[in-house]
């Protein structure tokens, strides 16, 4: 806490006035976080100040919110280009972030309790690159001089407060193996720990997610079911398949709000099939082409209860997977011609 506090005085966040009688003040709150390695070791403890967002009303306290906040399609390309250019990347964590501008009006904000658009850089020094890919406060960058790297290191760490965290292993929850024929990523711990959550240590795996001769309704008949659990349990899978494949088969028990045994027991099986395959993950090679090519599917009335159909698709640089969705479409199909 003091540390963020320190930061605040050394950038010159803010200025302590007497609090003023006629102006809205926006109260502020601490958010604690434990940050956390591949095998679940703390790894830094971190403290956030914060405002309390929900006391602001849009067009009149704030007219638009902003973070540095890079798709997972494009840092999937970030590790795609740096195997396939032989980089090794490194990570980097910013202390205590903010966005620097100028405001056109005074705005007051309680003590705390108890006392840029573009995210993708590329630098070019001679016949060296280097790539940086920033997340909010976290830092990936890779180059195939190692030299340009370090130069870059020192230079962030002597005009901000950073930490250097080394070659990258572990970020937004993806585990990153940096190979000498290429990178492999995958979700094991994560998954391993929404087996836990979800009480599914004990249970057998499953071949595959779901059996594609069944059709998904809203089984009236059945038995209601957990839905706070249920949502819960759509959410983590949500989260897992926008880092994984295999989007289209959560997608289908995600439709279904008001659930009933059947539903939840698809999904249930959903979890068991992933217990099968924590290992596995996404592999980009040195080797071969990085042409962009892309595939795309779609089926006929798919949906039993409205009959509308869902559409895939995905795109690779080369031989590598970065990018995935699966969706059902806003209007109905009359003809597949």
């Given at each position: 806490m003091q540390e963020e506090l320190n930061q605040f005085e050394r950038n010159k966040v803010w200025e302590l006035v007497q609090r003023p009688t006629h102006q809205n003040v926006i109260g502020t709150k601490w958010v604690f976080r434990?940050?956390?390695?591949?095998?679940?070791?703390?790894?830094?403890?971190?403290?956030?100040?914060?405002?309390?967002?929900?006391?602001?009303?849009?067009?009149?306290?704030?007219?638009?919110?902003?973070?540095?906040?890079?798709?997972?399609?494009?840092?999937?390309?970030?590790?795609?280009?740096?195997?396939?250019?032989?980089?090794?990347?490194?990570?980097?964590?910013?202390?205590?972030?903010?966005?620097?501008?100028?405001?056109?009006?005074?705005?007051?904000?309680?003590?705390?309790?108890?006392?840029?658009?573009?995210?993708?850089?590329?630098?070019?020094?001679?016949?060296?690159?280097?790539?940086?890919?920033?997340?909010?406060?976290?830092?990936?960058?890779?180059?195939?001089?190692?030299?340009?790297?370090?130069?870059?290191?020192?230079?962030?760490?002597?005009?901000?407060?950073m930490s250097m965290m080394g070659e990258l292993t572990f970020f937004l929850g993806l585990q990153v193996r940096q190979l000498k024929d290429g990178t492999f990523i995958s979700q094991t711990k994560y998954t391993r720990d929404l087996m836990k959550k979800f009480g599914m240590e004990e249970k057998s795996s499953m071949k595959i997610p779901m059996n594609t001769s069944v059709k998904m309704d809203m089984d009236a008949d059945g038995k209601p079911v957990d839905q706070?659990?249920?949502?819960?349990?759509?959410?983590?899978?949500?989260?897992?398949?926008?880092?994984?494949?295999?989007?289209?088969?959560?997608?289908?028990?995600a439709r279904f709000h008001c659930t009933k045994r059947k539903p939840y027991d698809h999904t249930k099986r959903i979890l068991r099939y992933l217990k099968g395959c924590q290992e596995v993950g996404l592999w980009y090679p040195k080797e071969g082409g990085f042409k962009l090519i892309g595939y795309s599917h779609s089926d006929y009335a798919g949906c039993r209860v409205d009959r509308k159909s869902t559409s895939g698709t995905c795109q690779m640089l080369g031989n590598r997977l970065v990018s995935w969705f699966s969706k059902k479409q806003n209007s109905k199909a009359t003809s597949t011609q």
């Open positions: 434990n940050k956390m390695n591949e095998e679940g070791s703390v790894v830094r403890n971190k403290a956030r100040l914060v405002d309390k967002g929900h006391c602001q009303e849009e067009g009149i306290d704030f007219d638009e919110t902003f973070a540095h906040i890079a798709r997972l399609e494009a840092i999937r390309m970030f590790l795609a280009y740096a195997a396939h250019k032989n980089f090794i990347v490194y990570q980097m964590d910013v202390k205590s972030a903010f966005l620097k501008g100028l405001l056109e009006e005074e705005v007051y904000v309680e003590q705390p309790p108890g006392k840029v658009d573009r995210k993708l850089f590329r630098i070019q020094d001679g016949e060296s690159m280097l790539l940086v890919q920033i997340y909010v406060d976290d830092i990936i960058f890779g180059s195939t001089n190692k030299e340009l790297c370090d130069k870059f290191s020192n230079l962030m760490q002597g005009k901000f407060e706070t659990r249920y949502r819960a349990l759509i959410g983590s899978l949500l989260y897992l398949t926008s880092r994984r494949t295999s989007p289209f088969f959560v997608g289908v028990c």
